[in-house]
C-alpha cells in the first residue's frame, strides 16, 4: 500500500488475489470503516479519517487475513 503516510487516497495492490473485504481499524483495533473490494478497485478514499495511526486489515475469500499499520496525515 502507498502513500503511507496517507493524506486522501491509499493505494494498493492486490496482487490478483480474492478479497473479501478490507477493514480499516483503529490503535485499539476498533473497526472504523469496513468494505468489500473488487480486483478493479485499488484505492481507499481514507479523507474522513483524523490524522493518526492505523490498521488495514484486509480479508481473504480462502479466510486468511494480512494486517498493515499506516499513518494519516
Given at each position: 500500500?502507498?502513500?503511507?503516510p496517507v493524506?486522501?487516497?491509499l493505494?494498493?495492490?492486490?496482487?490478483?488475489?480474492?478479497?473479501?473485504?478490507?477493514?480499516?481499524?483503529?490503535i485499539?483495533g476498533?473497526?472504523i470503516?469496513e468494505?468489500?473490494?473488487?480486483?478493479?478497485q485499488?484505492?481507499?478514499d481514507?479523507?474522513?479519517?483524523?490524522?493518526?495511526?492505523?490498521?488495514?486489515?484486509?480479508?481473504?475469500?480462502?479466510?486468511?487475513?494480512?494486517?498493515?499499520?499506516?499513518?494519516?496525515?
Amino acid at each position: 500500500m502507498y502513500p503511507n503516510p496517507v493524506k486522501n487516497k491509499l493505494h494498493f495492490d492486490l496482487k490478483g488475489y480474492s478479497t473479501e473485504k478490507i477493514n480499516v481499524l483503529s490503535i485499539v483495533g476498533a473497526s472504523i470503516f469496513e468494505t468489500e473490494v473488487s480486483r478493479q478497485q485499488n484505492f481507499l478514499d481514507l479523507s474522513f479519517l483524523k490524522p493518526g495511526v492505523y490498521f488495514l486489515k484486509t480479508t481473504y475469500q480462502d479466510g486468511d487475513a494480512t494486517i498493515s499499520r499506516f499513518i494519516k496525515e
